[in-house]
Each structure stands twice: as structure tokens, then as C-alpha cells.
């Protein structure tokens, strides 16, 4: 379909077609390719939750996200490299992003103590003492054989006057620094750098003139979707977009809702990813082209329609609503494992929707229809 | 391979060839064949838990057992009914066998009175109240469309002395008698009787010869696995499969560890039934042609072998001892699919190899080897 670019660089991403600020192309990696925008599955530690391997890819799913807290606890850096990378290990051929464990030990760790070189934690599995630095993130990384690194930042908390914003991300800024003189280049492999500033304007243009400076082969936007709401989210989207080079892929990190999705890929955002489906399709929750369903609700107890008619999932071309309930109800395994199918089968289709309609130009019309749908009250 | 015979009496069993007492043979059926020796996954409230049912067709099963007492509590059997059906319900077009419910009131419900007529007992989950008469289980497999109806029996506790266990065993053969009244026969579908009678020979003589009396597509041996060891099991197999006919099904109900498979096929019996594969599968423990691993054990951590170099599934052709034991040490869900699947494969291999070696005359020297295997020490 397209001509694979010179690797040599690093991983390459190729447009092919925009409309409006939106962008549809491939990032060509060592792992093969990812077809933007994409939807990364959330992969924590090692599995995306629910799901065998064959499962993910069935989804439509091309690049799945690990995350360095977790693995660098469990099982460890040194054991995943011994036993052959990320991809080996977790049965993931394809392209596997990694954060770079900021975010997590800023939510999860306990006795975190931030130095201007890193940061010291305790495990929030055994209290174990654990320190990353932009060089032990990077090199965790390399253990993994991410086909995508990202830089150590740290998460500006939301919401954060001014003066604290900045000193967060200035912070950020050296550590991305840092993290590319630790980051070895190799065909294919990726180093992305994360935007930061919180939603101060100044401070996102700061970032990501420093970030250019440096120079990525991908820049991420940090630091949103921590309660600011969508449309301060999406205001910082517009001003942060039009910052970063036209040439690289633009991911959101931690996005988000499936109208997330199409509000930030219309301003021009390449690459999302997110616990939601997987999280939902463990507590019952299912998105749906009429919008989210709960299949805990007793209407659903007796109806033998499909769960989405138009989607090719199992769980919705074996079974009933009926039956994806019952088994919620008896608190079947099933259960979960349908529905993350489901989920991320929805999300994979929502981003090949926009796919095409960015290559026809006719995102704006597509994504009125998409929202159509979810308003259609079908039942 | 084989000529489906006529299925207008009901299910069929066709002999292919014996090996001493073994047999192997196919169950022809409404919803397709089965062959024997079989092993059936039990699928209690319409799943095979942590599996899809195109990962139970994967494993090579061919039959899967449904649960009438959890059926009739969850979702019931009007639901199930009105639904088109437990195949369509669960996804499972092939055979499915269901127990009468008579097991699973005596080990789940509370407050059960047991009258000449049936039972009357409370339910685990909620505490409301039910009854089960021969008429009634009957009908609900009626309801499931049960490829296979069990009678409604009462499973005679072990220890037992002999006059509990003929007093049982005769209340069980009367059910057996109002079980085959009730029951609607449909080509290809069939009703099996089940022998009773404790560790007594001559109890489980007159049960076996009641129930040919009445006459039945299959019989059963069941009130066995349930404490008595299996030196006691299997000196009652010998003296009650001799006095089953030749031309039915011999199944052994809840029965039961690999071990256990070898030496009653060896003795003549042709179905089963068990938890233990997919029960093990969720607490990490594996059973490989090498014997029984715990995959929770330490000493898997770093190991980059198959847990089964020779099986098929995706656990032993796609990751390690070293990615499962990190499932079962993070708690993935992926763990128990993963090793469910597997066991489920183990299950199926054994009963393959068994019937290979049954046509080939070889059962002697086959399980012999299959013992070898086990008693190799590899780690």
C-alpha cells in the first residue's frame, strides 16, 4: 500500500492524507507498522488484561502499551531481557510502546521523594525502594526492546498554579534531555519526547519549542485527561498541536472516551491510548455504535438481540445480550473476556473509520454520524 | 470415516474396536458425533470458565456438560428456552450432556428435603426456593435442549452403610423409571440411567439391572470420586461395567484425574466428566505429559521452556514457564485462560491417544508409556 521509508533513522512516520488539522499515514517501525490514528491496547504488565495475544490482534489492535513501572517491579528488567524482550514474552511481534513509569509513580507509589535527577519510591506491591532516572527509565526500556521509548517526565498534577506548572515542567524538559543522551538509536526504535505546561499556553509552547530543540522521533502530549475536563483538554490541544512538527506522530497519552477520540483526532492527534475499553469491558460496560450499555442492567436479561449488530466481534456475532448479561451475573470470566473483545474491536473500528473518512475528507461529516448513532436511543 | 446410523431411537453408540475391556467408538448425535473415550468439559452455567467457546473447539472437545441445578437458578430454564436453547445460548453447536441437578443439590443447596418424590431445597445464591422431581429435571433439560438428559438420581454419600445405600440406590432407580416417563425422545437425542449403590457389588448389580430394564441410550456410573479413593473406584467399576450392555455408553460421571482416565477407560468406560482440568488451570497448576506443575512455584521464574514442548496450545506454543508464572504471581486473567486452555488440551490429547492406542491394540504398552512420561523428573 505504501512505500516503507528508510528506518535507519528511526521509526518514520508517513502521511498520507489530511483533512482539516486531522492526519491519516503509517508509522513504519522495526516491529512493522501502525496505521494512524491508532488506538493503542493498554498492555500493564505484560498482557492486555483479559486477552490472549490472538485475541489483541483480532481486535484490529497494531501496537500495544506497557508500562516500565509495572514490568521494572514485576518481572523485572533484567528478566524480561533474558528472556528475549517485551515482545517475546508477551507474544507481541507488532510494535509495543512503553511509558516511561512517571505517570504511575506519581499514582501509585508511596514515599515518593522527586530530586532533580529522578525520583525514589516505594512499590505499592511489597514496599520494596526502587529509584528512575531518565537513563534507568530509557535503559528499562531498552531491556524491553520497546519499539517505542518514551522519555521520564513527571506528570504535572492537575490543577497546578502557574509557578508550580512551570518548575514541573522545566523539570521535564531537562529530564527529556537526559533520557535522549541514555537512548541508543537503532532502526525502527523510537525515542518520544511528552510535552508538558498543564493547560497554561505559554508553558505548552515552552515545552514544545525545548522538546523540537532536543528532537523527537514522536511527541507526546502529557499531563491531560487528569481532571481538567474535556474542554479544557481540548482548548490545550489547540494551541499544543499547532507547536509540534508536521512531520513526526502526535500521541495523547492516557485518551480517553470514544468522543475523546474524535475531538483530538480532528486536531490533528495520531496515536491514543487508554485504559477505558479494557477497564469497562471488566466492569460490564460496553461501547456501542448506540452509544454505552451496562449489561449488568436486568433489561438486558432477557434479549436475544446482539450487543452491536454491526460489529464483528464474538461477542457479538456468537451471542445474545442475554447471554453476555448472565454471564455477568454469575460472574463468569467469559464476561470480561467478551466484552474487552468488544471494546476494543469498537475502538479499533472508530479509529478505521476515521481512517477513511480523513482519506475521503469527510471526517466532520463522519464523525456527525458517529455521534447519531450513540444519540439514537435504540431501546 | 464411519456410517451414521439410523438415529431415529435416539443417540447411537458404534464400537470401532476393544482392547481388553477399553473400547473406542463414536456417539452419534443429533448435534454431531462424539468420540469415545471422551472427556467433556464442564461448562456448568454455560461456559467453560475463562474460555471462548472457540477456544474449548480448539482444545478438541467435542461435548461440553451443562449444570441443571445452576441452570434452573441462573438464567433458568424458560430463559434458556425462549433463548433457542443452551447450543445457541453458549455458542455451542456440538453435544451437550446436563446433569439432572440431583449432585449439585446435595453438595450446594441448604435446607433440602429429600421426599419419594424428589427434592425440595434452597438455592446457594439467593435462598429461594425450589423442586426438583424426576419430571421436572427432565423437562428442564427439555428446556436446555440437552443433547444428552441425565435421570434425576440421588448421589449416595460415601461413607455409606448398606442399608442407606440400597435404600438410596432404590429410590434412585424409582426417579430413574418416572425420569424415562418424562422423557420426550427426539432422534438423536438421548437419556442415560445412572447405576447407584455405593462400594456394594451386589447393590450396583440390581441397580444396573433395574436400569436395563427400564432401558436407557447410556448408562452411567455415578456415586463414585466421591471419598472413596480410587483403589475402591475402580474394584466398582469391575463389577459393574460387566453387567452394562455392550451396544450403550459407559460413562463415568465427575471422574477425574489423569490417572484416574487411564485406568477406567482401561476398564471399559467411555465418557467423562471433571472440574479438575479447568478448576487447576485457575489456581496455576498444570498437567503435562512430564506430570503435574504448580506454576506459582519460584523455580518457573526465569524459565524460558514450554510448559509442554510437545502440546498444541497457544500457553505452550506461544510463551513460557517463565510469562506464566509471571500471570499467576500478577493475577491476570490471562493466567487461568491460558492454563485452562492447556489442561483442557492435556485432557483431550490423553483421550486421543487412548483411542489411537485402543485400535491399534496398544493400550497396555500406551499407558505404560503415557506413566513413563510422568515419572520423568525433567526439573
Not at 113 to 139: K, M, N, W, Y
Not at 186 to 209: C, E, K, M
Not at 262 to 268: A, D, N, P, T, Y
Request: glycine content about 10%.
Amino acid at each position: 500500500m505504501t512505500q516503507i521509508p528508510d528506518l535507519q533513522g528511526g521509526c518514520r512516520w508517513q502521511g498520507l492524507a489530511m483533512d482539516g488539522h486531522a492526519r491519516t499515514g503509517v508509522l513504519h517501525t522495526a516491529h512493522g507498522p501502525m496505521e494512524t490514528p491508532a488506538f493503542m491496547a493498554v498492555g500493564t504488565v505484560g498482557t492486555v488484561k483479559a486477552m490472549t495475544a490472538d485475541a489483541v490482534r483480532a481486535t484490529g489492535t497494531q501496537c500495544v502499551l506497557g508500562n516500565t513501572y509495572h514490568l521494572m517491579l514485576r518481572p523485572g528488567g533484567d528478566r524480561i531481557e533474558a528472556l528475549g524482550g517485551l515482545h517475546r514474552f508477551m507474544d507481541w511481534p507488532g510494535p509495543i510502546l512503553t511509558d516511561s513509569g512517571g505517570f504511575q509513580v506519581m499514582s501509585l507509589a508511596s514515599l515518593r521523594q522527586l530530586d532533580v535527577d529522578g525520583v525514589t519510591f516505594r512499590s505499592h506491591i511489597d514496599g520494596s525502594r526502587h529509584r528512575l532516572t531518565p537513563a534507568i527509565a530509557v535503559g528499562l526500556q531498552h531491556q524491553f526492546d520497546s519499539t517505542i521509548t518514551m522519555v521520564l517526565d513527571e506528570c504535572t498534577p492537575f490543577p497546578a498554579d502557574h509557578d508550580t506548572a512551570r518548575a514541573s515542567m522545566e523539570l521535564s524538559l531537562r529530564w527529556a534531555e537526559r533520557s535522549k543522551q541514555a537512548f541508543r538509536p537503532r532502526p525502527g526504535y523510537g525515542l518520544f519526547g511528552i510535552v508538558q505546561g498543564s493547560t497554561y499556553p505559554d508553558l505548552r509552547a515552552w515545552s514544545a519549542a525545548g522538546l523540537r530543540d532536543i528532537g523527537f522521533d514522536g511527541y507526546a502530549v502529557g499531563g491531560l485527561a487528569v481532571g481538567e475536563g474535556q474542554a479544557a483538554m481540548l482548548r490545550t490541544l489547540d494551541v499544543t498541536v499547532t507547536l509540534l512538527p508536521r512531520e513526526a506522530p502526535r500521541y495523547l497519552m492516557g485518551v480517553g472516551t470514544p468522543d475523546d477520540l474524535l475531538e483530538s483526532v480532528r486536531r490533528g492527534i495520531d496515536m491514543f491510548d487508554c485504559v477505558m475499553p479494557t477497564r469497562a469491558g471488566r466492569t460490564a460496560r460496553a461501547f456501542t455504535s448506540q452509544g454505552a450499555r451496562n449489561l449488568r442492567n436486568a433489561r438486558h436479561a432477557a434479549d436475544a438481540r446482539p450487543l452491536d449488530p454491526g460489529c464483528p466481534c464474538p461477542a457479538c456475532q456468537r451471542h445474545s445480550r442475554a447471554y453476555l448479561h448472565h454471564l455477568f451475573r454469575t460472574e463468569e470470566m467469559l464476561g470480561p473476556m467478551l466484552l474487552t473483545w468488544h471494546n476494543l474491536t469498537y475502538y479499533q473500528r472508530l479509529m478505521q473509520g476515521m481512517r477513511a473518512a480523513i482519506r475521503d475528507h469527510r471526517l466532520d461529516d463522519h464523525i456527525a454520524g458517529v455521534r447519531a448513532g450513540w444519540a439514537a436511543a435504540e431501546d
